[in-house]
């Protein structure tokens, strides 16, 4: 089986970053082109350090990664310290990043990229606010054809809103972004707040990534205990959600994963529910279906999985 090409658009993010561990792992399946910063959980300066601190924990210091856009396409900036810590990346001691950031502008690389690739064979993996993606799909309307799939971490619908009572924070932050992408036309597959609020990182989990003893499961393990005090304060569950990893896990092992093709909106004029995605699960608009909506996985086996690569990386 040939690895698929991905390219990653990332805001990290103790959450992003065990998905990019996650996908470097995962060669047989995943082969990761570049790595895409934007400004989300916190400022871009950070995203993009941060990307370098995980691709040099996980020996990767050759991966490409280009600096985006460092605010939403119409709205200012919206950041979660609260959630990540002041550098995004609190939790671990982790050494600053040497490898180089690229100089080309990661709308331009993914712009040319998909223009260079043979069309239909790249899929993009958002797992913060989808501001390149949409920036890239205004510059370029063609590349939207050349697309693989879109397999991003965002929204919500049973599980509602975790920085508004209606809204999920990649899509809050970028409303109009969100608009555009669910708009394009390009196959989606959606891993929102219903599916991820069950990849919960429990005691036993966290532990088990401690027990690699490696740098990366010594790393990892200490990214949860600094993130999961924000949920487990927040809803008082048994650990802290694991987002974006759903995302690379879904690419690795879809079969672990349920949802249905639906039809899902952006809302972007309302102050009260902006970047609400207006999920129509049950079907009752004619409304076309434009994304597949995950609703369930199978979280002992997603974290057997995780785990079991993530002991890959020593
Ligand atoms: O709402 C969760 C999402 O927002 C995750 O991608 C997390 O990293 C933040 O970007
Ligand atoms: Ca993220």
Redesign the pocket.
């Known amino acids: 089986m040939t690895a698929r090409k991905i390219i990653i658009d990332t805001?990290p993010?103790q959450?992003?970053a065990v998905a990019i561990l996650l996908a470097l792992a995962s060669p047989e399946e995943l082969e990761v082109l570049g790595i895409t910063c934007v400004a989300?959980?916190v400022p871009l300066d950070l995203t993009t350090r941060n990307a370098r601190i995980v691709c040099e924990l996980a020996n990767r210091p050759d991966m490409k990664i280009f600096a985006g856009c460092d605010r939403p396409l119409g709205r200012d900036l919206v950041t979660?310290e609260h959630v990540h810590g002041k550098t995004g990346l609190d939790g671990p001691v982790l050494p600053e990043p040497t490898m180089p950031l690229q100089d080309q502008h990661a709308v331009d690389y993914l712009i040319e990229t998909l223009r260079a690739e043979p069309s239909g064979t790249v899929t993009l993996c958002p797992?913060?606010p989808l501001t390149n993606i949409a920036a890239a799909l205004q510059r370029a309307p063609e590349i939207a054809g050349k697309i693989e799939q879109i397999v991003l971490?965002g929204g919500a619908y049973f599980e509602v809103g975790?920085i508004t009572p209606t809204a999920?924070?990649?899509i809050y932050v970028d409303p109009e972004a969100a608009r555009i992408v669910f708009g394009s036309g390009v196959p989606i597959v959606v891993l929102p707040?219903d599916a991820t609020h069950k990849a919960l990182v429990t005691t036993p989990r966290n532990d088990a990534f401690r027990a690699l003893g490696t740098p990366v499961g010594t790393a990892v393990a200490a990214m949860t205990d600094f993130f999961e005090r924000f949920d487990l304060a927040k809803y008082g569950s048994e650990g802290a959600p694991l987002?974006?990893p759903c995302v690379t896990a879904y690419l690795i092992a879809p079969h672990l994963f349920s949802g249905r093709h639906i039809n899902v909106e952006i809302e972007c004029d309302s102050a009260l529910c902006r970047g609400m995605t207006v999920a129509d699960w049950w079907g009752v608009t004619d409304r076309k279906p434009n994304a597949l909506f995950i609703g369930d996985l199978d979280a002992d086996h997603f974290f057997a999985l995780l785990t079991d690569r993530l002991a890959r990386l020593r």
């Open positions: 805001d993010g959450d992003d989300g959980n979660a797992l913060g971490m975790n999920e924070f990649n707040l987002h974006d």
